[in-house]
Structure formats: C-alpha cells, structure tokens
C-alpha cells in the first residue's frame, strides 16, 4: 500500500464521529463505533474475507488459508476513541492489519493457519468503563457486575451489547480458552516519544508495564498558619511535596519505570492552617517486575525517612499490584525478523499503556509493534502517525503474519 | 493574686461551654458566650466597676479614676472560643486584665485615667465568620454585608446582635474615633512556644504580622500516567512540590516570617493521570513588612524557574495584602519597666496570629503581652497556660496599667 492510498483510509475513517477540533468522538457500543466497524467489515468483504459480529460485538474477519481447522493467528485492534480522542489509537492497528492483508493477497501469499483481523469493542471505555471490554468477554467472560455497569444515560453493558446486535447471555463464559490462538500480534501507536527520538518508524514492544496502584497519606499536625513559627511545624503537604519529587527522582533515575502521584489534597484545606493530613495516589509502572519492586522500595523507605524527620506518620496501601504482561519470544522473532527484511533499524520499547494485547496473553502468545506518533501524544485530537509510518508498520505486520501462518 | 486563686477563676471560666474533651466551645454571640461574659460582668461589678454591654454585645467595666472625661487606658480580650477550643485563648487576657484590677485596688492604686476592661465578642468567627466582630464594630463599624451574613442555622449576625439586646442598627458607624482611648494592651496566650523555650513567663510583642494571602495555580500538561516517560512530562503536581518546599524553606531560613501552602490539589486528581493542573493557596506573615517582602520575591522567583525549567506555567494572585500592626513605643516602653519591675527577663515575641489588638490599633496606641503556652498549641482543648504564668502576666499588666493610667 502507498502512503496517499493509507493517508486516503486514515481520513475516511477519521470521518466517522469526527469532531470540529479535528479529532474524533466513537464511543465503543454506540453508533458511531458501529459505522467504523462497518466500513472496517466492507473492506474485510472486499478482501475475501469472512467477516462477522461475535456475541458483544467484536468485528472479526477471517482468511481460511490451507489449513482452516487449525488455532488461527489474530492481529488487531480497536476502533472505539475516548471523547476528543485521536484518529490513530486503535485505529491505526486495525487499519496496518487490514492493509496487511491485503499486501498478501496481493503477493499471492496463502496462509496456513488460518489469519483473522479484530476489532475488538470498547476498548477506552469512554461509554461504560473500565475499558479493554471486548478483549475481556472474549478471553475472561463478563461479571455479573460488568454487565450490569451503566453508563452516563443509565444504559447498562448488558442492554447496549443486546441493542447493538449481541447476545449479553452468552457473555458471561470466555469464547476463546488457552491454545485457541496461535498467535496475536497489535499494531498500535506508542503513546510516547521514543521512537520519535530513537528516528524509528516503528518498534518491537519489549513488554507490557505492570500496574502497581496505591494510595496513601501523611499526617502531620493542622495548627495556625500565623502563630506556628517555621521550626515548630509538622506540615503533612511539606512531607507529602518531598514524597512527590522522590517518586518522580525514582523512577527518572531508573531505565524503564514511570511513576505518577496523580491525586494529591491538603486537608483541611484551609489557606491559613497549616494541612494536618495529605492524601495521595501512586501509580508506579514497569516491564521489568523486580525494577517496579526497587522503585516501591526506594519510595518507602523515603517515605519512612521523611515522616520520621519531620515528625509525620506516613501510610501507603497498595490496591491493585498486577504483574507485567511478556511478550512471546517466538512472536517477537518474527517480528524482529519482519523489521529486518523491511529494512529497519531494530528498536525496543516498552508499553506503559494497557492494550487488547495484554487480555489475548492470557490465552495466547503475544507480541506488539508500535508506531511512531508525534511528540507522544494521544487520547487529543493533535494525535498524530504519519502515512509512511502506518505503511512501514503495516509491511512489517504483513511479514511477520506470513511467517507465523 | 495567688496561683491557687487564679487556677480557681481559669476553672470557673472553663467550665461554662465546657467539652468532654476538657476544652470549651463558646461560640460568639450564643448564650454560652453570655454566661461567660456575666461571669466577668459579676467580677467587675464585685471590683466597683461599671459594667454594660455596648451596641453590639462587648461588655466593658469601668473604673472612672481622678479624671473620667479623660481617654481612657483599656485592656482586655475576648471570652468566645473556637468549637472545640481551649480555656485559655482570649480568656486568659479577661482574666488577667480583671486580676490586675482587683490587684491595683489591693494596692489603693487610683488611676488619673479611666480604666477599662473590655471583652470583645465574636473574635473567634466561629459562630459568624471572620471573626474580630466586637472590635471590628467599635472601630470601623460593620458593613452591611457584615451584619446580614448568617451562620449555619440561618441567623444574621444583626438578628444575633438584636437577640443578645444589643441594637444592630447603631452598629453602622464606628463607636470610638481616633484619640478616643489612651492606649490599649491585650495580653494572649502565645500560640507559639518562643517563651517556652526562652524560659519565660511572658513576652512583650514586637509586632503583628501582617498576612499576605494568595492563590496560584501551575498548569502542566495532563497526559498517561503508564505511557508518557519520566524524561516526557509537564507534571504540575511536581512543580508545585517543588514550590511548597521552597515556601518552607525561604520562611525558615528568614527570622520572623511565617509561611504556608494550606491547600493544595491537583487535577483532574486521576490516579492514573499525570497532573495537568495544580491549585495552591499561600499565606505568608512577617511583623517585617520588608521582610515579607523580599520572601513574595524569593517564592516568586522559584516559581518562575521551576516553572520554565519543567516547560510549566505558573500564576500567583495576591487576594490580600495587610500590613504589619506596629505595637507603640511609649505602651512597649511601660511594658518593659513592668517586666523589669516583676523582675522578669526581657523576652521580645513576634505575634503571627491577628487579635482585637490588631484592630484598636487604628484608633489607638496599642501594646500586647504574650503568655506562655504549653507547645504552643491553641484552639484546641490541649491549650494551657499555668496559673503561675497567668499571674505573672496580671501582675505585669497591673505595673503597665499603673503607669499608662
């Protein structure tokens, strides 16, 4: 596929819940989702493919190949965008994977396994959230309580998948079990800048960060902000600011961790009281689980040093702590091998970002290209991949899918 | 007066709107702060006092002396407290001003002057904010914004006034001119413990600090806490600790000034987003005007660096700008040769707090005398000053008054 013909496809789609700020608003399991699913299902018809809704409205196209019996390979994306999201998160996987197929069609390619393009629903969230909701029916089966969750207009999950065609009965139980796939492969835009600095168009994602969630607080003691002279004080926010920085310092100094204190309150809250207690979130990530441990270390033990220092009592409660997701050795062979037959540079990086991807490895090997996207940005309407990288990415793709079918 | 005397009247008083805690809770303009207020309208009547309430609910005794046309020398405080508060904070200046009186009486002292004792009400705010009513009403008068503002039950402060059968129509105009009163001294509890390591009993002030209030806000960029590396980010919330630590540092590495971030909060406050938005208050005092000046510049200055070196914005809005209450020569001077008189060590203290005494200042040479406090707490039902200490301090007060008289 040439650049202008991707540039062609990348507007047509972007036309679809387009907003006047230039970006686009496709909520997954409204309309708007549905006529991109659409248009995504004429073009799998187009190229042969058997093209079909599962029970929650997952858009999946198949080529048979020789062997239709045997697990298929999978490669795709979402199509679904936040509120004044961008045309490329989601859309540039399922557009690379389609423009794959069709590159080997073209070059007369017949597979053996058969290869299967998804379009996985809701994957943002920005309807019902938490996100990831067709890749998880597919491989976990919905909760009683995801089905029951309802959106903004008092919707639930479960009536929206019925509305849209589906059947929520049946979403309970996982459709795929483990060995169900071959192989799934995601093509998705980096959400970062390292490719853009690295001068790479693409790059084999290395892992995919597991989350450590936690919240916490330091209690200081609340007194008069007039009367307390400076040495007299046990301000909870001056402890909770040194916290604040020690993260950031932490995870700067380390090679693949971020961590981010995205909430942070003074209590009481009064301009003149001196905060007696500070509440904060942390939310620490890495591809690398014992690199995530030593940052949660380091930030412990400055938070212990802090508090005792300045006379605070600290706390931090970890919520959620999951594990990160690898990326299957075998599929990044072919991917490294696809990068090298297209002529690339060999780059590495990690994904701080949740994807489909990291559902389909409970089931299946999994592994992700990224593409590059300007200044990192997304989830906005000044997210940005150029042509010629969906097309380098999209051959990159179409090798990689040749050698694992 | 004798400690045991004394420790016996700090009771009394305590007991009215007395706590479980073993605080009080005597809003202003209740019927708890009245049963204080006859309480020492009872003292004063015992000492050959005048005693009447004013317009708006202060209670002052008068002891007419040789010359009762002449400006009279006043001293007092207040008798409401914060909820929840201690014995001592404004009664302790009641107390002391009675006991001085009942002391130059002792002595067969006559004044030349009339001396009164004045208990202010509503300085706490607690019932009707702000708070400094009574003396606020005296000197400058009560706006009608003032008098129509309402507390929690819906009651304005003119119907409270009108139910305590004060007469809030007269409350308009200021009731005491400049030149009106001789000279003012308030003696207070510390809120600071300055004293309690100097080792003194009392402390003449030096000043009141005068508050700066602001409000400022540090804008980032809002982005994915998991994607966006460390090397990437626009983290308001980083800046704004950086600048919380550099408001604490720059007010403690100065003498007198006092400064306070007392809220804080970041936005959208997600945990799993990077901080776009960070809103801050500032409350900085200085008994120094100059002073207080060059810490705006400093804290001003940080803000601008850590601003452009983080690609942030910062803004800083100064919402109020007092200046320092300069305490009056010839008041200090009769203060001094009172301690020196007492035999007391000559301690200065800075006063961060704002007071009635703040507020007669306009119309009035003004003195005040701190008392020690334990830890400097206050407005909290661990508030205490010793009956030694408080003695100490009548005494001393009874030496000025002698002298201004």
Do not use: K
Request: glycine share 12%.
């Amino acid at each position: 596929m040439r650049a202008d013909e991707m540039q062609q496809i990348v507007a047509d789609f972007g036309a679809i819940g387009a907003t006047a700020s230039g970006g686009v608003t496709r909520p997954g399991l409204t309309d708007l989702e549905r006529a991109a699913l659409e248009r995504a299902r004429a073009w799998m018809v187009h190229l042969g493919m058997d093209a079909a809704y599962d029970h929650v409205g997952n858009l999946r196209g198949t080529w048979a190949g020789a062997r239709p019996d045997a697990a298929p390979v999978l490669t795709g994306s979402h199509l679904d965008s936040v509120v004044e999201g961008g045309r490329y998160d989601g859309a540039a996987g399922v557009l690379c994977a389609l423009a794959a197929v069709e590159t080997l069609r073209a070059q007369g390619h017949t597979p053996e396994r058969p290869l299967g393009v998804c379009v996985f629903t809701s994957e943002e969230g920005s309807r019902f959230g938490p996100g990831l909701l067709g890749s998880t029916a597919l491989v976990r089966g919905l909760t009683a309580d995801q089905l029951g969750a309802s959106g903004d207009d008092g919707v639930t999950v479960a009536r929206a998948i019925a509305e849209a065609g589906g059947d929520p009965g049946a979403a309970a139980a996982p459709a795929l079990a483990p060995g169900a796939v071959h192989a799934f492969i995601e093509v998705h835009i980096e959400q970062a800048s390292r490719l853009e600095e690295a001068g790479a168009p693409v790059g084999i994602v290395s892992g995919i960060a597991g989350p450590l969630f936690a919240r916490g607080v330091v209690t200081g003691v609340a007194d008069h902000a007039g009367a307390t002279p400076m040495g007299q004080r046990a301000d909870a926010l001056c402890g909770l600011a040194e916290l604040v920085l020690a993260v950031e310092r932490t995870a700067s100094a380390a090679d693949t961790t971020v961590a981010t204190v995205g909430s942070a309150r003074a209590h009481p809250g009064q301009a003149n009281i001196i905060p007696g207690r500070a509440e904060f979130s942390l939310d620490l990530r890495d591809v690398d689980l014992s690199a995530r441990d030593r940052a949660e270390a380091e930030i412990r033990a400055v938070l212990d040093e802090l508090t005792r220092r300045r006379g605070l009592h600290g706390e931090l409660e970890v919520i959620q702590r999951e594990p990160p997701v690898a990326v299957d050795p075998q599929v990044v062979a072919a991917l490294e091998t696809a990068v090298a037959g297209a002529g690339l540079d060999l780059v590495r990086v990690p994904s701080g970002a949740a994807h489909d991807a990291m559902i389909m490895a409970d089931i299946a090997p999994i592994g992700m290209l990224f593409v590059r996207c300007r200044g990192g940005l997304s989830h906005c309407p000044q997210e940005y991949a150029s042509p010629e990288d969906l097309v380098a990415a999209s051959d990159v793709l179409a090798r990689a899918l040749a050698q694992l079918t």
